[in-house]
């Protein structure tokens, strides 16, 4: 009797620690997806910056260093929420470790029988195959070994395979405890209540309502991203609550209850097309219909199956509608791009072939093929991936693939950075046991009759398929509150499989079966397991210094890279204050790389900051004379040069050492710097020579860096003897990657002068850059648009006669001039905007109305944003072609309607006098109206020509307060206003 009473209280003891365990891994999964920084109000924040000042010898300090990240943070802490569910399945793990050693010391003081399915599985060689654990063992000492003997990213990777570790974990500690259904149930009802959480802040940044709360995200990537901090993490994470709570809406009886799940559902899927996520809204859209029409043919047995199913699908078509509408009349809508644009855009073929995941797959390739069965290190695909791109790209610069300046830190397709990472067998060790699990859950629910079970199984099952499917389109395994919840779940349907499968198995429980506490006891555990999950949480904050030292290092350096931000903004109206923000940046950025030295993001950008240092420094040096320069305060200028290009090259290179980092933008700022250390020191020719190969390194990892293009190409011409052919074809390969960034770089200056009527300015510039860039479409674009300009901007003489036979001979030769170089654009890139909306400008300068109508037309229907000039440029063409057209956005005989009317004028139709004086009276009439600076100084010239100076000084007063410090501008006004004053004397 005696030995029973001890029994049942040592299986009082391991139920407790069962519950414990079990509320243990519920809660990391809940606090991994909530664990989120609040980012107050700058007031608010201000004031408690404040406080902590006066205090800084007490509680400030502690508020600095610690607390502040926790109020003030701006971006996805995916490091917090990693360090947060780890503690806390570090402390299950220990708990585990509780419950087995007491439950082997069970066994052998009571003899206790372990059950002989339990026996036979773990002698069995076998049945031992068949295992999941057995398997996932194999595959955590393969990675082991491959972060240390093949990861060139020893750091990183090993930080990788601890979650990893903890993750498999989890599962193993699910399957030993044996949570039951009434556990699952609860399991479900957390998580369904944190995606309800979730949704609902989603929905508060949709409709610009968490501003107080949380930061305000510019990128739409981050703009809904609720507590995850993404669009399409946030998107995959909600599939798991979305599915839960169908099942829950099955199982509950209430009304109320009912209706609440209800609401959560309409809310999980608003923010689910809101979202925007395209692989979610068809894996969404499957998983609910598959669960529903499963569901409802087995417990919906007086409604058809075909009438719940379209009612699902009507339901999220209404919601996607709903996103379709336009902003201007739908308050529930805040998108940049609706939806139907984004389908036409997104699954056009040539958009689809620049995808970001098609270019890492096809570049992928060749890595596995270098180690097809190793795998070149676990945790280490964005170090290997950088020079596999652009020796990629390099070998085929032609290629349809688009591609990018961005890093790419994983592969977009979990599978393929497994098999790059792991090889073909660390893929095989870690599918073999995820298709055991899988089957092993689907087999249960096939077994399983109606009943709550197997709607809790279809629940389970359904967003494991989707995220599945997934993982071959994105990274969800790589988001942790996703990867958890997805092990977490896979642990409890492969657990409750095991166990309706033989019920008699016990893996390591030596009681053959729990007795149902008292009610009393029972409520005693649950306050003792609840008041130990509370007391681990308390006392985490005091392993800061090993578990968030990582979290805070990134806060700050976030943090250091707003003040980097303010400085560049400051760098030219304020020098000192730009200097000011530098100083209080390095601290940051030092305090970071202090308290986690292997933090490769605070040293990349401690190393940009010395180099913008360096440039405002260097700046003030060059507009020294010779004299200032050999100065004392000179010489201290030139040094302070040197010391911060100096440092720059330092904390990159330790950057790519010690931080892991392998991306061309590190080599782009050594290479950066060396280079201005070489104009500052010309004497050392070997920085020019260390600044070449640096930048040669960034371009073999990215050569669609316009940045390491330009800054090589001015190498070249410097290295003696110049190397002027491979300098104009860096230059070529700037046009064909970023045409916007070489106009702006290089052609802007053109532009320019033609605006303000300085041709040969222009053509001068112009030629220096076809000897600079050599023979490329987009300097042959610029010398069409310049004959087009020239050709409707005559010289004085000429402008005024508007009869003259010399008029009409200068605009003919330069249309015909420009007419060879529009034939063959035409063909060479007759899908490029820029072109069309210059072809059709070109077409009606020459008075062939009838084809630039039609293509006036074509561009119309092409283009869902408002663009009042191509509509009113339209509106004119009909009416010379005598075939009239509506207007689509802009109101007859509005002022805009008459402003763009005589822009057009003055600059497409050859109707300047008509124009430049409309222009001149609507500005004299409407003082808000603002002309842009390419009609008001054409409007001028003519005007000029004319000798009507009022109206010139009408139009450049109000080109002045657009463009105050511009110097043609300015000339004009003060011409303008010295005439009035001649005519008022």
């Given amino acids: 009797m005696l030995l029973n009473k001890e029994l049942d209280h040592a299986n009082t003891q391991n139920a407790l620690l069962r519950r414990l365990i079990f ?22 924040l201000a004031y408690l910056d404040q406080l902590a000042e006066e205090q800084r010898s007490t509680w400030g300090g502690i508020y600095f260093s ?6 003030a943070f701006n971006y996805s802490p995916l490091i917090l929420k990693e360090t947060v569910g780890s503690s806390i399945l570090i402390g299950a793990l220990c708990f585990l470790l509780l419950y087995a050693m007491r439950t082997i010391s069970i066994q052998q003081l009571y003899n206790v029988p372990v059950a002989m399915e339990a026996q036979r599985r773990s002698c069995s060689p076998i049945l031992l195959v068949r295992e999941p654990i057995f398997w996932a063992g194999l595959f955590l000492t393969y990675t082991a070994i491959s972060v240390f003997l093949l990861s060139p990213t020893l750091h990183y990777s090993l930080r990788t395979w601890i979650l990893c570790a903890l993750g498999i974990s989890a599962f193993i500690t699910l399957v030993v405890i044996r949570p039951t259904w009434y556990d699952v149930q609860k399991f479900m009802v957390a998580v369904a209540l944190t995606g309800t959480l979730i949704a609902f802040v989603s929905f508060l940044q949709h409709v610009d309502a968490a501003w107080w709360f949380l930061p305000n995200f510019d990128d739409p990537r981050n703009r809904l991203g609720s507590f995850i901090g993404h669009n399409t993490g946030l998107s995959a994470f909600l599939l798991f609550p979305l599915s839960f709570s169908i099942s829950l809406w099955f199982i509950v009886r209430r009304r109320i209850t009912r209706l609440l799940i209800s609401a959560a559902i309409l809310l999980m899927l608003f923010v689910l097309v809101a979202a925007q996520s395209r692989a979610i809204w068809v894996l969404g859209t499957g998983m609910v219909v598959w669960q529903i029409s ?12 075909t009438r719940i199913v379209l009612s699902v699908v009507a339901l999220i078509l209404a919601l996607a509608a709903v996103q379709s509408v336009a902003p201007s009349v739908n308050p529930l809508a805040r998108h940049t791009v609706r939806i139907g644009e984004r389908l036409r855009r997104d699954f056009s073929p040539s958009q689809l072939v620049k ?48 591609t990018t300046t961005r890093r790419t830190d994983v592969a977009h397709n979990d599978y393929l950075q497994l098999v790059v990472e792991c090889g073909l067998l660390g893929a095989l060790l870690l599918l073999v046991p995820l298709g055991l699990v899988l089957k092993e859950t689907v087999s249960m629910l ?28 994105d990274f969800p395994m790589h988001v942790y509150p996703i990867a958890l919840l997805t092990v977490v779940t896979l642990g409890m349907g492969y657990s409750l499989a095991r166990v309706s499968q033989n019920p008699s198995s016990v893996p390591v429980q030596a009681v053959g079966g729990e007795s149902l506490p008292s009610r009393r006891s029972f409520r005693a555990e649950l306050v003792i397991s ?32 707003n003040w980097v931000v303010t400085a560049k903004s400051l760098a030219t109206s304020s020098p000192a204050a730009a200097f000011e923000a530098i100083s209080r940046a390095k601290e940051l950025f030092h305090r970071a790389i202090k308290m986690d030295v292997f933090n490769g993001s605070a040293l990349e950008g401690l190393a940009a900051l010395h180099v913008l240092a360096g440039h405002l ?29 100096s440092a720059a090259t330092q904390y990159a290179k330790l950057a790519i050492e010690r931080g892991e980092l392998r991306y061309h933008y590190l080599f782009y700022l050594i290479g950066q710097s060396y280079h201005m250390l070489w104009q500052v020191q010309p004497e ?44 104009r074809s860096l230059r070529r390969r700037i046009f064909d990657v970023d045409p916007v960034f070489g106009a702006k770089t290089f052609l802007d200056r053109v532009d320019t002068a033609a605006e303000a009527g300085r041709f040969v300015d222009a053509w001068k510039v112009l030629n220096k850059i076809t000897e600079a860039v050599g023979d490329h479409w987009s300097v042959r674009f610029a010398h069409a648009r310049l004959y087009l300009k020239e050709a409707l901007w005559y010289p004085p003489s000429l402008d005024r006669d508007t009869s003259s036979p010399q008029r009409a001979s200068w605009k003919l030769e330069r249309l015909k001039l420009a007419g060879p170089i529009v034939r063959e654009l035409e063909e060479k890139i007759p899908d490029n905007l820029v072109f069309r909306h210059f072809l059709l400008r070109y077409l009606a300068a020459c008075g062939e109305t009838t084809r630039a109508l039609a293509l006036a037309d074509r561009l119309i229907l092409e283009t869902e944003t408002r663009e009042p000039e191509l509509d009113v440029l339209r509106y004119e063409l009909g009416l010379k072609a005598s075939q009239p057209r509506s207007l689509r956005w802009v109101e007859k005989d509005s002022a805009e309607f008459w402003y763009y009317r005589q822009r057009l004028r003055t600059l497409v139709f050859d109707e300047v006098p008509l124009g430049s004086a409309q222009l001149a009276n609507m500005v004299r009439e409407d003082k808000a109206l603002e002309l842009q600076r390419e009609e008001g100084l054409r409007a001028c010239a003519y005007l000029r020509a004319a000798g009507r100076w009022d109206l010139v000084l009408v139009i450049a007063e109000n080109l002045a307060r657009n463009y105050p410090v511009d110097p043609d501008v300015r000339k004009i006004l003060e011409e303008a206003r010295t005439k009035a004053r001649e005519k008022e004397k």
């Avoid at 009943?451 to 389109?473: N, Q, T, Y």
């Fill in 684 to 727: 050392t020719p070997q920085f020019l020579e260390s600044a070449r190969k640096a930048l040669e390194e960034a371009i073999a990892l990215n050569n669609a860096d316009v940045g390491s293009l330009l800054e090589l190409s001015n190498v070249y011409e410097k290295m003696n003897p110049p190397d002027e052919e491979r300098a």
């Fill in 355 to 402: 995808e970001t995941r098609l270019r890492i797959f096809v570049v992928s390739l060749p890595l596995i093929a270098r180690s097809p069965l190793w795998g070149h290190g676990f945790g280490a695909f964005q170090y290997v991936y950088p020079p596999a791109h652009g020796e990629y790209f390099l070998r085929h610069p032609d290629s349809v693939l688009g």
């Fill in 294 to 305: 499963v569901l409802a043919r087995e417990f919906l047995k007086t409604v058809r199956k």
């Fill in 23 to 44: 509320l243990l891994i519920l809660s990391s999964v809940v606090l991994s997806a909530l664990a989120y920084p609040l980012r107050l109000p700058n007031l608010l």
């Fill in 617 to 645: 420094d260097f700046m003030t040096w060059s507009s020294l004379s010779p004299e200032e320069k050999n100065s004392k305060q000179g010489q201290a200028l030139r040094q302070n040069i040197v010391r911060n290009f």
């Fill in 446 to 473: 096939r077994r399983l009759s109606p009943s709550r079970e197997k709607i809790l199984s279809v629940g389970l099952i359904a967003p494991l398929g989707a995220i599945a499917i997934h993982a071959f389109f």
């Fill in 530 to 561: 609840l008041c130990a999950v509370v007391a681990m949480w308390l006392l985490s904050p005091l392993g800061y210094e090993f578990l968030l030292r990582t979290y805070v290092s990134d806060c700050l350096a976030r943090d250091a890279s």
């Fill in 66 to 71: 610690q607390l502040r990240s926790y109020v």
